[in-house]
């Protein structure tokens, strides 16, 4: 029985806008058959279903149905009282069939009458395009963003013929978390980015949560030599491992059928795998979660597993679940030995509140993991960046020249769903190298310095070579009127017992860093950096070790339009901020309290946007 027919509409929400002439003819029909179950039959051939969302809803589970068979379930907060963007339903796999959306809500009305007033029943619309220009203005300008949605962590990365593929957590169905989905981008330069379409989607199995991905060079698992292999978590009732593999360079994956490859009693997420050399096998590490600790495991062929060993009961951070885990090999620094770094990012429990990426270094003998203690004894909780936005960091597989590149996702799972954007959720960092290096207390750390590719972002140079002496009433250099640029900064503390770095916009907001040289210390203080009062947690001061013994600081400041990234002395410490200042930053003050200080090199680049 028809109790509604809607003309299909032409919208132009916050996420997409359409073409004024579609090239489509048809129609959505709107069937209420209770309070929460409405039917939506889509007639036509229109490519896009736009769904309209209204964030502070609840999810709808909305049951695809095409010619009577169940095809996919997907989850959207549909509006209730208005709409505040609506999102693709991409129509064109099942062009010339019968698509019927089977929708529950959660709308909590009393009646069918009043169910049938919600916003969303009049805004589902048929369209011919889907813009994804950007209208937001903390839209990073130069750092990777999915092309609109959600996004959380970075993951399934690997190299080959000369791209960077990066895939990453994506709900294509809204901005807040949800339909997990590994999302696509490629590209040459880890700077410039394509985006391609979802790589892998929701199945049978579940979401499809953190996963790994590498070339298969032994042809290992029989998909082919060079066949790209992926293992990632599907989370359907549990959390349980499985298997794809591309056949054409990770634009497209094939599941395996005889998934899942692993099942485990209790919560485990996030393999990460890679083919040793040594043990001619490969290893997997695998987050168990709630137990925080991370398993190993090793298989001839990436389906069968046999678990190895078990490493972190008791050490490190513990107050978090243990997440996204990544293990490799790197030279230390001008020693000629080389260490196993084990990546172990965790939430809460960072230093900071929240969310961050603790690391292990020890060695791996293929089988066992094992720490290494510091002079008392004890194995010493080491942090890869302290900021409060550096989150589910893993690096690139097959990545060339023994480079071990990686990324993380900048937010924090404390606040990311609430900061201040809406057509897309979270930006990953900057790729960094990471490196091993002895540190003054004799004990080896992971440094993270900026990708040799970005220095490709250097527009035009504001000023160059800059020396200066520094003292408390303080020097003002100005930024590019955008505000998005990349600063060099090397100082001299000399006879201050402090520097003070400030960052200006026309609004009076600043972000303020400072240089302890006795404490050995450089903080970075957000508390008046503009919006700030989306959570409680967002305010913040973070701080780090500068790993120097004699006064000095160099410093890459990254200053992006809603974040500041800044690597200090070779990439010895790293330290990732979100920031939402309501105009850009112009000034950068520099003063110095106690005694002057020396400005021994200042070179300012604007960054195009
Ligand atoms: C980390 C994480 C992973 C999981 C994914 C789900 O941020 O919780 O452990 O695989 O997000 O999206």
Redesign the pocket.
């Known amino acids: 029985m028809k109790n509604g027919l809607l003309k299909s509409a032409i919208l132009g929400m916050m996420l997409g806008a359409v073409n004024a002439t579609p090239a489509f003819s048809g129609n959505i029909e709107v069937n209420h058959l209770g309070v929460q179950n409405t039917l939506v039959r889509v007639n036509g051939d229109a490519p896009y279903l736009f769904i309209p969302v209204q964030e502070s809803n609840d999810d709808a589970t909305i049951r695809v149905i095409v010619d009577g068979k169940p095809d996919k379930t997907i989850y959207a907060r549909l509006a209730k009282s208005k709409v505040d963007y609506s999102v693709p339903f991409d129509l064109t796999p099942y062009k010339g069939h019968n698509v019927v959306l089977d929708i529950m809500t959660s709308q909590g009305r009393g009646s069918v009458r009043e169910a049938k007033d919600d916003a969303c029943w009049s805004n589902f619309a048929l369209a011919d395009t889907f813009d994804t220009t950007n209208r937001e203005k903390f839209r990073p300008a130069f750092h990777h963003t999915p092309s609109y949605g959600w996004m959380?962590?970075p993951n399934g990365m690997f190299y080959k013929d000369g791209q960077w593929h990066l895939y990453y957590?994506w709900n294509p169905y809204g901005s807040k978390?949800q339909n997990?989905t590994w999302g696509h981008s490629s590209s040459p330069d880890l700077v410039h980015w394509t985006h391609h379409p979802a790589a892998i989607e929701p199945n049978g199995l579940g979401a499809v949560?953190?996963g790994s991905s590498a070339i298969d060079t032994e042809n290992s698992a029989g998909f082919g030599k060079n066949a790209i292999v992926a293992l990632y978590?599907s989370a359907g009732h549990s959390q349980m491992q499985s298997l794809a593999w591309s056949d054409d360079n990770g634009n497209t994956f094939h599941i395996y059928e005889g998934n899942p490859v692993l099942t485990l009693e209790s919560e485990a997420?996030?393999p990460n795998m890679f083919w040793n050399p040594d043990t001619k096998q490969w290893t997997m590490v695998l987050?168990h979660?709630l137990d925080h600790e991370m398993l190993v495991f090793s298989s001839p062929d990436l389906k069968e597993w046999t678990l190895q060993s078990s490493f972190g009961k008791g050490l490190g951070a513990q107050d978090g679940v243990w997440?996204?885990p990544d293990l490799f090999r790197l030279p230390v620094d001008g020693t000629g030995a080389e260490k196993w770094v084990l990546l172990c990012?965790i939430?809460p429990g960072g230093p900071f509140g929240g969310s961050a990426t603790q690391y292990f270094i020890g060695d791996f003998d293929g089988k066992t993991f094992k720490a290494d203690t510091d002079a008392s004894g004890n194995v010493p909780t080491k942090w890869l960046d302290f900021g409060k936005d550096h989150?589910?960091t893993v690096s690139w597989s097959d990545a060339p020249g023994g480079r071990r590149t990686a990324i993380g996702?900048m937010s924090n799972?404390q606040y990311a769903a609430e900061v201040p954007t809406m057509q897309f959720r979270s930006a990953n960092t900057l790729p960094r190298e990471i490196g091993l290096f002895t540190a003054p207390d004799g004990q080896i750390y992971a440094s993270s310095t900026p990708s040799p590719e970005l220095a490709s972002l250097r527009g035009k140079t504001i000023r160059k070579g800059t020396r200066a002496t520094i003292g408390t009433k303080g020097n003002e250099y100005a930024l590019p009127p955008s505000g998005v640029c990349e600063i060099q900064l090397n100082v001299d503390a000399q006879k201050a017992s402090s520097l003070t770095f400030t960052l200006k916009n026309t609004a009076g907001e600043q972000t303020v860093m400072t240089y302890d040289p006795v404490a050995h210390t450089f903080s970075f203080d957000r508390t008046r950096s503009g919006i700030t009062d989306f959570s409680q947690e967002f305010p913040a001061v973070t701080s780090a070790p500068t790993f120097e013994d004699n006064g000095k600081l160099a410093l890459s400041i990254f200053i992006d339009r809603s974040s500041i990234e800044v690597f200090g002395n070779d990439g010895r410490f790293a330290m990732t901020n979100l920031v939402f200042p309501t105009a850009p930053h112009t000034t950068l003050s520099v003063s110095a309290a106690g005694g002057k200080a020396k400005i021994t090199d200042l070179t300012i680049y604007s960054i195009a946007e």
């Open positions: 959380n962590d957590q978390w997990m949560f953190s978590t997420r996030d987050a979660a997440e996204c990012n939430n989150y589910a996702w799972w």
